[in-house]
């Protein structure tokens, strides 16, 4: 294979890769938690409304791929342009809380594993920590390596199989009609608790700062959309998995309630042994790190863009030396460009160093607290940062379709998508948020009895 041909091949992958890993992301260490309590109290009921949130998801990472290969300029550059810098900073400062919350639910996964394998939890918490700082700082933010971790998700579906192989041989119901799809045993709770699993706030920003910074095309959209649907594709096959192991194993047998990912695991041992954990274990971890790497570049992207006066003009000025280099003619311009762009090289490193000390620090911040909780207290911050998930969702919603509307035109993004994307985003956005306004005032004994 010639030079050109390779050129070609990692071309085409770095187009890949945002889209697929940004997927799989939403099968993250809270969604396996999720999936498996409604598997375990629902049975599949909650399957058919993972498959309904396929097209929220790609709708979703889909826009934000379309605004930055349409702009050229990422999701809070557009926002400090259009409504100043000051929504810019709140904005961001949103997504970092909503980053350091998403940290600390994954990092609360490999604790979970050090607990089921027998390991020290400081031992496992280090090693993720090096593992991901490393990711960061090679080249593509080390996107090859966190889609070979994100593979582990498969192991779900291995556990799926065990499961379903297991449940005729254990004295259950080895009858597969009692696991009708249909079952309407549920509420608006374990709606919401999909919706929120399945759509995670920062993805938006994470589509359009990846197609921004890997210098996408209008003409790069078929393959950016392709790419998106595939990981979203991916990602409900091991939500589904995950709902199914529980379902087959736990459902209508009344074991102990799952209420941590410690619990998913010990749960899945008592049933199918010590292998079923280690299948567990290997997916929970794919679970993880992949949603740990996506998160973290969320982080340095929007440290970059917070801090850039014009973060954007970088792209401006690698097409201006493109353009100079293939018309040969036109050397006096080739050096003319050549000046700004290594001058924006250099600032772009001196930002991807900051953004790389936040990282740490969160990382750092992170660790300590899941080392010096419970496994009560970490379960209590879980939920909240979940509850933090779908109170953020709203406003990035309406956020990203204002901006959408503002700087597309119409053949980009037609009145007709918006008027949709309007009605969806209400609908989603109640979804998301009743539930927890409901259980909140159910808690302060505002709203009926708790018995």
């Known amino acids: 294979m010639g030079s050109e041909a390779i050129a070609r091949e990692i071309a085409r992958l770095q187009v890949m890769l945002p889209g697929i890993l940004s997927g799989l992301t939403n099968t993250d260490v809270a969604a396996v938690v999720t999936y498996t309590q409604s598997g375990a109290s629902f049975g599949l009921a909650s399957i058919k409304f993972q498959v309904l949130c396929i097209p929220l998801m790609f709708g979703f990472q889909e826009f934000g791929a379309r605004i930055g290969a349409t702009t050229g300029k990422g999701v809070l550059v557009l926002v400090r342009e259009t409504y100043g810098r000051k929504t810019a900073i709140t904005a961001g400062v949103g997504l ?16 979970a594993i050090a607990d089921l394998v027998g390991v020290p939890r400081y031992t496992l918490i280090l090693l ?27 192991s779900f579906v291995a556990l799926a199989g065990m499961a379903v192989d297991d449940r005729p041989h254990v004295g259950g119901d080895g009858n597969l009609g009692a696991f009708n799809i249909t079952n309407s045993d549920y509420d608006l709770l374990v709606i919401s608790a999909t919706v929120g699993s399945a759509l995670t706030p920062f993805l938006l920003f994470y589509q359009c700062a990846a197609a921004v910074r890997a210098r996408h095309q209008v003409a790069d959209l078929p393959v950016l959309r392709t790419n998106i649907l595939i990981g979203v594709v991916l990602a409900v096959v091991a939500a589904a998995a995950i709902t199914v192991s529980a379902a087959f194993e ?8 799952i209420r941590s990912v410690q619990d998913c695991g010990r ?23 992949t949603a740990s790497f996506c998160t973290l570049a969320t982080v340095v992207w ?12 970088k792209h401006a000025s690698r097409q201006c030396e493109t353009i100079a280099l293939v018309r040969d003619k036109l050397v006096e311009e080739t050096k003319e460009c050549r ?21 740490m620090s969160m990382l750092l911040v992170v660790d300590l607290a899941v080392l010096a909780l419970t496994d009560r207290k970490q379960m209590s911050l879980e939920i909240a940062a979940q509850d933090l998930d779908c109170l953020l969702l709203p406003p990035a919603l309406f956020l990203g379709i204002r901006i959408a509307r503002t700087v597309l035109d119409e053949v980009t993004y037609p009145a007709s998508e918006y008027r949709v994307h309007v009605v969806t985003a209400v609908s989603i956005s109640i979804v998301a948020v009743v539930p927890i306004i409901m259980s909140g005032l159910l808690r302060y ?4 009895s708790t018995d």
């Not at 090096?130 to 498969?154: D, I, K, P, R, T």
């Open 128 to 154: 993720y920590s090096f593992v991901l700082m490393y990711q960061l700082n090679v080249s593509n933010f080390g996107e090859y390596a966190a889609l070979a971790l994100a593979s582990l998700l498969s």
């Open 267 to 289: 749960a899945f041992e008592a049933r199918l042994g010590r292998v079923g954990t280690y299948i567990f274990v290997l997916g929970l971890a794919g679970a993880s790190l």
């Open 96 to 111: 970092l809380c909503l980053c350091l919350a998403t940290l600390f639910c994954e990092a609360a996964g490999m604790v």
């Open 250 to 257: 736990f459902w209508g047998r009344g074991d102990q309630p």
């Open 339 to 359: 000046r700004p762009i290594l001058d924006h090289h250099q600032d772009a490193r001196t930002l991807q160093g900051g953004g790389i000390i936040l990282c």
């Open 302 to 313: 929007v440290w970059d863009e917070l801090t850039s006066q014009d973060s954007m003009s």
């Open 445 to 448: 004994h505002l709203l009926g």
